[in-house]
């Protein structure tokens, strides 16, 4: 479907989320009007490591730095008329004031398969042993990520099942979705009404999740470290009585007789060590 060049404003907090509307944006020559980001450290939510957005963006941006989306971004918003309103990685309720301003609508993109994990956590369904990686892009409601779908994607975890890994096939899936569901928006679909009895929400990860247990299998450890490390290094693991950031884990065979958690090879970069069932190589940060 050909749509005309159309007016965006972004709320985002993360590069990666405002990157996935620009890029968007940069195939079909729309015009982004306006960012509005939070103020500094909002980001680290989503990546620890991760810079204040405004730092990263292009030169030539037109930016709004503001916790007050009622008083301060809804007015400013409204008088450039935007087009569609677009939020990714934004960590503030949007207020109905600001979503009703657009006029296709305000729209979210969320990586997982809403209803399923809704919330801020969205890769503790894969730490908690889904098979599937999703996104979502819905209408934007009061509420988190409970808004009508206009499109959703789903795909099998990655052969190589990592935190780069996963992080890549989730950019990918929300490209997907932003590239379907915004044209939709746009012809003014509503889209479908989730079922809030299917919903799940997904909590921050606790200091004692971030433990892994080697006396879990080989590939459920391997699962949880590329969970925990998908937006920043989370995962830790108690080796020889030391607490350790654990960078990247995989299975390294089938050792030998060794009770879990016992190192059964100390490298430059970390160790090889005994899971309830194989030895998995531990990379430590």
Not at 36 to 48: K, S
Not at 176 to 183: D, H, K, T
Request: glycine share 8%; with cysteine; hydrophobic share 45%.
């Amino acid at each position: 479907m050909t749509v005309a060049p159309l007016r965006v404003v972004v709320l985002s907090a993360l590069m990666t989320g405002y990157r996935l509307v620009a890029d968007w944006a940069g195939r079909h020559g729309h015009e982004l009007s306006l960012v509005v980001t939070p103020p500094v450290g909002a980001g680290r939510r989503y990546d620890a490591r991760a810079n204040p957005l405004v730092l990263d963006l292009p030169q030539d941006s037109h930016v709004l730095v503001t916790r007050s989306l009622t008083t301060v971004a809804t007015p400013l918003v409204a008088a450039l008329a935007p087009d569609l309103v677009i939020s990714a990685a934004f960590p503030r309720r949007i207020p109905p004031q600001l979503l009703a301003v657009p006029r296709f609508g305000a729209l979210n993109l969320h990586p997982s398969a809403l209803p399923a994990g809704r919330g801020p956590n969205p890769f503790r369904l894969v730490y908690e042993g889904a098979s599937t990686i999703g996104a979502t892009l819905h209408r934007t409601a009061e509420d988190f990520d409970t808004g009508p779908v206009l499109s959703r994607r789903e795909a099998p975890l990655p052969a190589e099942l990592s935190a780069a890994a996963l992080r890549a096939a989730s950019v990918d899936l929300m490209a997907q979705v932003l590239e379907e569901g915004a044209a939709r928006a746009v012809a003014g679909d509503p889209g479908v009404v989730q079922n809030g009895e299917q919903a799940s929400h997904t909590p921050p990860f606790t200091e004692v999740e971030q433990l892994i247990d080697f006396t879990d299998p080989a590939r459920t450890l391997q699962r949880k470290v590329a969970a925990l490390n998908v937006l920043g290094p989370r995962a830790a693991a108690c080796v020889e009585g030391v607490r350790v950031q654990v960078g990247h884990l995989y299975e390294a065979g089938c050792g030998r007789n060794a009770e879990p958690g016992e190192v059964l090879t100390r490298h430059g970069d970390g160790w090889t060590v005994q899971a309830a069932d194989h030895a998995v190589r531990v990379h430590s940060v």
